[in-house]
């Protein structure tokens, strides 16, 4: 059953999404990347919705998603640091993850969910997007408040690093239930609190295109 919470999170990712494929021309590549990745997103939660209203399994879908989203963010990040450690670093990262996405997909099924597979997920992502937000800590030619790179590297790490905590722990058994029927709210507020992030880091970018040129 979809709560009001649950909308308000699909309504969320319209908005960056809308705002992405608004500005999408002016864009450089890796905030296509990031567009694409964010009407993917839209679309997944609009499906997830509707699959949801109908009783239809929504996993297969999801954990499709899962890899792509990885992949392309993954592949903005490794643009964004030029850097050959950071660069091998990222490819390793993904490599892994790619592994463990299929190990879990053969071993459980396309039609299940693996909280191992979302939490190396999630720590891999966490570590390159600080390797991205450290470079921008000591580029005094853009202030914080200016550098879209900063505001989407940032609301991501935050999303990611609570997405270690909710994942790991997920199917933990607290009494008749498990834990990810307590903290899914948390998830939600975590995902609107992103979504918003993303979309103003997005403006910045729109407003500060001068200074990217």
């Known amino acids: 059953m979809i709560s009001i919470l649950d909308y308000a999170a699909i309504f969320s ?115 390159l997007l600080a390797g991205v937000l450290i470079d921008i800590s000591f580029d005094d030619r853009i202030p914080v408040y200016k550098n879209y790179k900063f505001w989407i590297s940032a609301s991501l790490l935050f999303y990611f690093s609570i997405g270690v905590v909710l994942w790991s722990t997920a199917f933990l058994p607290i009494g008749d239930n498990v834990v990810q029927s307590y903290s899914w709210n948390i998830h939600v507020f975590i995902s609107i609190f992103t979504n918003l992030m993303i979309t103003y880091g997005l403006i910045t970018f729109v407003r500060w295109k001068a200074i990217y040129v």
């Open 13 to 127: 990712i319209l908005i960056p999404a809308l705002c992405a494929v608004v500005y999408y021309k002016s864009f450089p590549f890796p905030l296509k990347l990031l567009t694409v990745v964010l009407v993917f997103a839209s679309s997944v939660d609009l499906w997830c919705t509707y699959a949801s209203w109908y009783k239809i399994r929504t996993y297969p879908v999801q954990n499709f998603y899962g890899i792509f989203e990885t992949v392309l963010l993954a592949l903005m990040l490794y643009i964004w640091k030029n850097a050959r450690w950071y660069r091998a670093t990222a490819i390793m990262l993904v490599a892994i993850y790619v592994f463990c996405w299929f190990y879990y997909i053969f071993a459980l099924g396309i039609d299940s969910f693996s909280g191992v597979s979302n939490t190396v997920k999630s720590i891999f992502m966490m570590i």
